[in-house]
């Protein structure tokens, strides 16, 4: 009897190990060897953002100044001012408690010229119902004061728009696709306003803007209490990390990031990408949905479009990719051919949007390239870069 009791007791205990089993088996089924993606956007904090153009009365330096304001980690606490020269570089002077990162001004114009750590005398920037209230004053690199002054008192409401404000225009040497996209964006109105722009007491007055807004003048002046700051792609050489969801999984996190995943033949694709962040999700979404790199075969191309989108006020950009598989790497190309689609909300808009083509136009001048290559350790390495295409700057 007891010999009986310790077969059936043996024959339990091989059972719980078979099942265990089973059920770890079923578990490893259902894990994804990682999904290879290389699109990334980087998104830099801001609070506000004004730019002050004085090109038709230039100083001898300085042909416009750009006041921002920071609260967050990644930058710190303070105030910034671009200043546009007029060799088309810019000279950073920023409050001593930020500390901002150099690399990203080489996007904007000729690059920078100087980053100078300064003691302002001012630095107030707020928006309120009546517009902008802005007072500046610190001392340049040649060591004269420069005082930046608006005070809007105009009790008429204003009618801000959204923008994806031209940055990357005159970017020659681009390490990404700069994406600003401007809420509540408005011009500063000529009425009721105290302006003053000095430099080394010499006063400069405010380009104005060509047409009317709302039935109002304007100044060239504008601003945006809003911010989206935002790159997509940023240049990189290196390991590139996969997305390793479970299978099935059609929706996945890591860190600021949610992936909309869906599967054919149990391969993952990544219908859309969406950065948080504290003013609006930005969504990169594809058509069809972009294929997991690691599972594409040799000898093989891929074309399909993208769409990046925000709040629907600022519009969105959109363009195709292509990619290229040989039997040692993949390419991959990414052209925003489309350019970016406004909001259409006025008539005066669709004026500036239509005339004035920079704003539509200019992000269709970019390239993005990329080669990747897996490691016989299996890591997958992606050395990538932009250019500004000659032949779309041309037309």
Same mark, same amino acid.
């Given at each position: 009897?007891?010999?009986?009791?310790?077969?059936?007791?043996f024959?339990?205990?091989?059972?719980?190990?078979?099942?265990?089993?089973?059920?770890? @088996?079923?578990?490893?089924?259902?894990?994804?060897d990682?999904?290879?993606?290389?699109?990334?956007?980087?998104?830099?904090?801001?609070?506000?953002?004004?730019?002050?153009?004085?090109?038709?009365?230039?100083?001898s330096?300085y042909?416009g100044?750009? =006041?921002?304001?920071?609260?967050?980690?990644?930058?710190?606490?303070?105030?910034?001012?671009?200043?546009?020269?007029?060799?088309?570089?810019?000279?950073?002077?920023?409050?001593?408690?930020?500390?901002?990162?150099?690399?990203?001004?080489r996007i904007v114009?000729?690059?920078?010229?100087e980053?100078?750590?300064?003691?302002?005398?001012?630095?107030?920037?707020?928006?309120?119902?009546?517009?902008?209230?802005v007072?500046? $004053?610190?001392?340049?690199?040649?060591?004269?004061?420069?005082?930046?002054?608006?005070?809007?008192? @105009?009790?008429?409401k204003?009618?801000?728009?959204?923008?994806?404000?031209?940055?990357g225009?005159?970017?020659? @040497?681009?390490?990404?696709? =700069?994406m600003?996209?401007? %809420?509540?964006?408005?011009?500063?109105r000529k009425?009721?306003t105290? !302006?003053k722009?000095?430099? @080394?007491?010499?006063?400069?007055?405010?380009?104005?803007?060509?047409i009317?807004m709302d039935?109002?003048?304007?100044?060239?002046t504008?601003?945006?209490?809003?911010?989206?700051?935002? !790159?997509?792609?940023?240049?990189?050489?290196?390991?590139?990390?996969?997305?390793?969801?479970v299978?099935g999984?059609?929706?996945?996190e $890591?860190?600021?990031?949610?992936?909309?995943?869906?599967?054919?033949?149990?391969?993952?694709?990544?219908?859309s990408?969406?950065?948080?962040?504290?003013?609006?999700?930005?969504?990169?979404? !594809?058509?069809?949905?972009?294929?997991?790199?690691?599972?594409?075969?040799?000898?093989?191309?891929?074309?399909?479009?993208?769409?990046?989108?925000?709040?629907?006020?600022?519009?969105?950009?959109s363009?195709?990719?292509t990619?290229?598989?040989?039997?040692?790497?993949i390419?991959?190309?990414?052209?925003?051919?489309?350019?970016?689609?406004?909001k259409?909300? $006025?008539?005066?808009?669709?004026?500036?949007?239509?005339?004035?083509?920079?704003?539509?136009?200019?992000?269709t001048?970019?390239?993005?390239d990329?080669?990747l %290559?897996?490691?016989?350790?299996g890591?997958?390495?992606?050395?990538? $870069?932009?250019?500004?295409?000659?032949?779309?700057?041309?037309?």
């Open positions: 009897m007891k010999t009986i009791t310790k077969i059936i007791l024959l339990n205990f091989i059972l719980v190990i078979m099942n265990d089993s089973h059920a770890q @088996n079923s578990i490893d089924d259902r894990k994804s990682g999904v290879i993606f290389p699109f990334s956007i980087k998104i830099d904090p801001m609070e506000k953002l004004l730019l002050v153009n004085i090109e038709k009365d230039p100083d330096v042909v100044f750009e =006041p921002q304001k920071f609260n967050d980690t990644i930058n710190g606490v303070g105030h910034l001012i671009l200043a546009y020269r007029t060799d088309k570089k810019v000279d950073v002077y920023h409050a001593k408690s930020l500390k901002p990162d150099t690399s990203k001004y114009g000729a690059g920078l010229n980053m100078v750590p300064v003691d302002m005398e001012k630095s107030f920037f707020e928006v309120n119902e009546f517009g902008v209230q007072h500046y $004053k610190f001392r340049d690199i040649l060591d004269r004061e420069v005082e930046i002054l608006i005070h809007e008192k @105009n009790q008429k204003r009618k801000p728009f959204g923008l994806l404000a031209p940055m225009d005159a970017a020659t @040497n681009p390490p990404s696709l =700069p600003m996209f401007l %809420h509540d964006f408005y011009f500063v009425n009721e105290e !302006f722009v000095s430099i @080394n007491g010499k006063f400069h007055k405010l380009d104005n803007l060509p009317r039935w109002q003048k304007m100044t060239f504008r601003y945006s209490p809003k911010p989206l700051i935002s !790159f997509l792609n940023p240049e990189r050489n290196g390991v590139l990390e996969s997305i390793n969801q299978m999984q059609e929706t996945f $890591k860190g600021d990031c949610i992936y909309e995943i869906e599967y054919t033949d149990k391969t993952a694709f990544i219908k990408m969406s950065v948080k962040n504290n003013i609006h999700l930005l969504t990169m979404s !594809f058509i069809p949905s972009f294929p997991c790199l690691n599972t594409v075969s040799e000898n093989t191309q891929y074309k399909g479009k993208f769409t990046i989108t925000g709040h629907e006020s600022v519009g969105s950009i363009g195709e990719y990619i290229q598989s040989d039997k040692e790497s390419h991959i190309r990414l052209v925003p051919t489309k350019g970016w689609k406004p259409i909300t $006025k008539s005066s808009t669709w004026f500036l949007f239509t005339f004035v083509k920079v704003f539509t136009k200019w992000t001048t970019y390239q993005w990329a080669e %290559h897996k490691s016989p350790e890591l997958w390495y992606m050395q990538s $870069k932009w250019v500004r295409n000659g032949k779309i700057m041309k037309d």
